[in-house]
């Protein structure tokens, strides 16, 4: 079992330029989401959800848009890069939605310059 | 909103020592309470949870207690490895509308040999 899986590990990009991160899990988990960890702030929820072919907003969606492409994978999409995005990006996964026993996905260190 | 407060690190501790790493939330009602940990370069991991006031959680020599007379779960460890170098974030989990864990800003915790 891979758990939660994360591509790209690194990137860089330019303001205005677009780009999706990727996840998928194989512990057929019914819900999935998106955190950001910025320095001091811990982690913040962007979307999350639900199940397959459902979405939601976190706290921080502004600038993000997501697809539940099927029950294991859930990307996360950067239309228009801000340098306020730089952070590291951490996809997760649980059984249901709400639960706390989430299982998290190893990161993406973006950076936008 | 709800908010989860814990110590500001980095802490330095020598292996064997003895680890206290703060945490209050304000929730109201009876949240549950986690202790996620973070290796270097790895996503987060549950390290323990208590679900009701005075449970007491532990995993791996960690230990927490939820009082929730003083709103706190303060992470515990008697004797620190050089492995348990570490982020580690307390968090909460609230059943009111949100139904999402609310993480601190996590705390660095190294172990010198």
């Known amino acids: 079992n891979a758990g939660v899986t994360q591509t790209p590990k690194f990137q860089v990009l330019k303001t205005g330029q677009s780009m999706t991160l990727q996840c998928a899990q194989d512990?057929?988990?019914?819900?999935m989401y998106w955190y950001r960890q910025d320095p001091g702030m811990g982690l913040r929820l962007i979307y999350y959800?639900?199940?397959?072919?459902?979405?939601d907003k976190g706290e921080v969606p502004n600038g993000y848009n997501v697809s539940r492409l099927n029950k294991r994978e859930f990307s996360l999409r950067l239309e228009s890069a801000a340098p306020s995005q730089t952070s590291v990006y951490f996809c997760?996964?649980?059984?249901?939605?709400?639960?706390?026993?989430?299982?998290f996905g190893p990161g993406t260190r973006l950076t936008v310059t | 909103g709800d908010s989860v407060t814990q110590m500001e690190g980095p802490v330095t501790l020598s292996e064997e020592a003895f680890l206290t790493i703060n945490c209050t939330y304000t929730?109201?009602?009876?949240?549950?309470l986690f202790w996620y940990v973070q290796y270097p370069g790895e996503g987060l991991q549950l390290l323990l949870k208590?679900?009701?006031?005075?449970d007491k959680g532990s995993n791996k020599g960690f230990e927490a207690t939820y009082r929730k007379e003083t709103t706190s779960f303060h992470l515990e460890k008697g004797s620190v490895q050089v492995s348990d170098s570490a982020v580690y974030f307390c968090?909460?989990?609230?059943?009111?509308?949100?139904?999402?864990?609310?993480f601190g800003s996590g705390t660095q915790l190294t172990v010198l040999p």
């Open positions: 968090a909460d989990f609230s059943s009111g509308s949100a139904r999402q864990l609310t």
């Open positions: 959800s639900a199940s397959e072919g459902t979405t």
């Open positions: 208590a679900t009701k006031a005075d």
């Open positions: 929730a109201t009602g009876y949240p549950s």
């Open positions: 997760a996964s649980s059984e249901i939605v709400g639960s706390y026993e989430q299982y």
């Open positions: 512990m057929n988990h019914n819900s």
